[in-house]
């Protein structure tokens, strides 16, 4: 009797682990489904969207490398953050409960491997039908065909961002890398991710000419083709409201009247001279070369 009892506690006991197991089997969340096309990939460094039951509260992330903005949603899904590369729970709630849960795993983007597609949503011809590539210190001005209300980046060294108008942003690279940055439209509210790829300027030019056209040109004609410690000055025939100089360790500047600037070469390098004007419109950009 005892025996028999032993045994069908060890049935139930049996049954109470398989039971445990099988929940935990079917509780085991799956991948995302994300803007990458890929299964519970996204990119780190970069803006993405993650799709998401319709109906939910909030959501969060079991890792602080993964920002979400459920404020921020199109029709691609719910706008994420990776800030650096791992992997992470993306948790959805309504009325407090859970309601989904999914995986994601933020890797590095490789151009030999993915498609600028991969990190883009919306209309980014602006940024990316240029004949001009980003470089390191090597600032850059673009005029947008629509307004924006806001603007962000998803890497500051690869593309720090400065809104000049509605319609203009200076972007500045510190270092080489893929990302990309993040518009909101003005009047409708449509989010805009559009990719940066930034090159280093001395790699670059190593193997590609700088053209003189696009070349500052002191007031004597000559390009601007310094060496350390050299001191020039440009004339301009328009008169400017700002001047700035991309990287002021490589040249240091300054206005001397509305339409003259002084240039005073500190070290080796590439970088370039931007004039705005009364109402931030890019009135000049030429680079400067100290060897």
């Known amino acids: 009797m005892i025996f028999r009892v032993l045994m069908i506690l060890g049935v139930i006991a ?28 996204l990119f780190a460094n970069t803006f993405g969207y993650v799709s998401a039951p ?15 903005f459920p404020s921020i949603a199109s029709d691609s899904g719910v706008l994420t953050l990776s800030i650096d590369e791992g992997s992470a729970e993306l948790r959805f709630f309504e009325d407090g409960e859970r309601i989904y849960t999914c995986e994601v795993d933020a890797i590095p983007f490789d151009m030999s491997e993915h498609s600028l597609d991969t990190i883009t949503d919306g209309d980014c011809a602006w940024l990316l ?26 890497d500051p060294m690869v593309a720090d961002l400065q809104p000049l108008t509605s319609q203009s942003i200076y972007i500045l690279t510190r270092e080489p ?32 000419e700088i053209e003189s056209s696009r070349l500052c040109k002191t007031e004597t004609g000559k390009a601007a083709r310094l060496r350390v410690g050299n001191q020039v000055f440009l004339e301009f025939a328009d008169p400017f409201r700002e001047m700035s100089v991309t990287n002021q360790s490589i040249v240091s500047g300054e206005p001397i009247t509305k339409t003259r ?7 080796a390098g590439i970088t370039n001279l931007i004039l705005l004007g009364t109402h931030a419109e890019l009135l000049h950009d030429c680079m400067i070369v100290v060897e």
């Open 14 to 41: 049996n049954w109470m682990v398989m039971g445990a197991l099988s929940s935990s089997v079917e509780a085991s969340p799956g991948k995302c489904e994300t803007s990458t096309g890929m299964p519970g990939v």
């Open 54 to 68: 319709k109906d939910f509260e909030r959501v969060d992330a079991s890792v602080e490398a993964i920002k979400t």
């Open 129 to 154: 039908n240029t004949d001009q590539p980003i470089l390191t210190n090597i600032a850059r001005v673009f005029s947008l065909p629509f307004q924006f209300q806001e603007v962000s980046s998803a």
């Open 177 to 208: 890398g893929v990302s990309n940055i993040l518009l909101i439209r003005k009047g409708n509210g449509i989010p805009e991710i559009c990719p940066t790829i930034a090159f280093d300027a001395q790699t670059y030019f190593a193997d590609t």
């Open 261 to 267: 600037v002084q240039l005073d070469a500190n070290s």
